[in-house]
């Protein structure tokens, strides 16, 4: 059974930096994708990043780009996102998903809830 | 930017088919794969549809998915619905500068 499991979540302060964890199991880790997408209270899913199998390709929506990092260690089946210069908005649940084709998510975590608040 | 757009909310009674729609703001929705997730309340979302009409496996025949390139729509048909089909669905796609992009959800209730 395929397993992402964050961690790393909490309550920051406007300005400040959190670093979401995600690790998995039960899959081939480094041949998957992997983005991480969010859910803001009473909002819709937004996509954030993405990183390819290799580390070689990565991409960032225009909410959280040169504030938030994506990275990944493939030996530790590990994903993480740092999330610098947090802001009120950056409130919201966050997923780790991905897949062996990176157009889609076939894997997802059960979300982690960051809250940024002064 | 490309968006898509969901209806709000949908509702139908247990037995009866329900379609979710899901509308790209330009270009054409049929060149690039649509893809449809499910998210409960408490849960990890899932993924129930997946290049436009392919069910991922555990998913039922009650699910299909189709595109119309006339209306530049993507649709998510679920038939003999059930009580436990209430969720919010979401489709995906993915545009031209390398963004993921959802349409904001849509609210499914089964009366």
């Known amino acids: 059974e395929v397993q992402l499991v964050e961690s790393g979540g909490g309550l920051a302060q406007p300005g400040g930096s959190l670093r979401l964890s995600c690790a998995a199991s039960?899959?081939?880790?480094?041949?998957?994708?992997m983005s991480w997408v969010r859910q803001a209270p009473g909002r819709g899913l937004e996509w954030l990043s993405y990183?390819?199998?290799?580390?070689?390709?990565?991409h960032y929506a225009d909410s959280v780009k040169g504030r938030f990092t994506i990275s990944r260690d493939n030996a530790k089946n590990s994903l993480w996102l740092q999330m610098n210069s947090l802001r009120v908005e950056d409130t919201a649940i966050y997923y780790c998903?991905?897949?062996?084709?990176?157009?889609?998510?076939?894997?997802w975590g059960q979300g982690i809830l960051v809250t940024v608040s002064s | 930017n490309f968006l898509l757009t969901q209806p709000h909310s949908v509702s139908a009674s247990p037995g009866k088919t329900v379609t979710i729609s899901c509308t790209g703001s330009s270009g054409s929705i049929a060149n690039t794969y649509v893809q449809w997730y499910r998210l409960r309340p408490g849960s990890a979302p899932t993924i129930v549809m997946y290049e436009d009409n392919h069910r991922p496996s555990g998913v039922p025949e009650r699910f299909s998915g189709s595109i119309d390139s006339s209306s530049n729509s993507a649709s998510l048909t679920i038939s003999g619905l059930k009580t436990e089909d209430e969720a919010d669905y979401y489709c995906q796609s993915y545009d031209s500068t390398n963004h993921w992009v959802f349409g904001g959800g849509t609210k499914l209730t089964v009366l």
């Open positions: 990183i390819s199998s290799s580390r070689d390709t990565v």
């Open positions: 998903a991905g897949g062996f084709y990176g157009s889609r998510f076939d894997y």
């Open positions: 039960g899959l081939n880790f480094r041949t998957h994708e």
